[in-house]
């Protein structure tokens, strides 16, 4: 994969601390923001793969699993579970 150039702006305190966290790491600013934005971006990617997955199932998912109630079933279920409550 090729690599481009990307100019950003930061607050000067904010690259001054950026600079001392590379140094402890052993490494450049440049690869603590490239890495920084590749796992951002690899983690949006992951969302979406994960909703577009989500959004195929339920188009595809049929209500109660095909199981249809009528009305007096489901009133009848609700009693056998709390009782009558006249």
């Given at each position: ?37 590749t796992e ?19 188009e595809h ?26």
């Amino acid at each position: 994969m090729s690599r481009t150039n990307l100019t950003i702006q930061l607050e000067s305190d904010v690259i001054r601390r950026a600079k001392v966290v590379a140094a402890k790491r052993g490494t450049s600013v440049s690869a603590l923001v490239a890495q920084e934005l590749t796992e951002l971006a690899d983690e949006d990617e992951r969302y979406e793969d994960a909703r577009r997955r989500a959004m195929q199932l339920m188009e595809h998912a049929t209500p109660h699993g095909g199981r249809t109630w009528s009305r007096d079933e489901l009133y009848a279920e609700r009693l056998d579970r709390h009782g009558s409550r006249r």
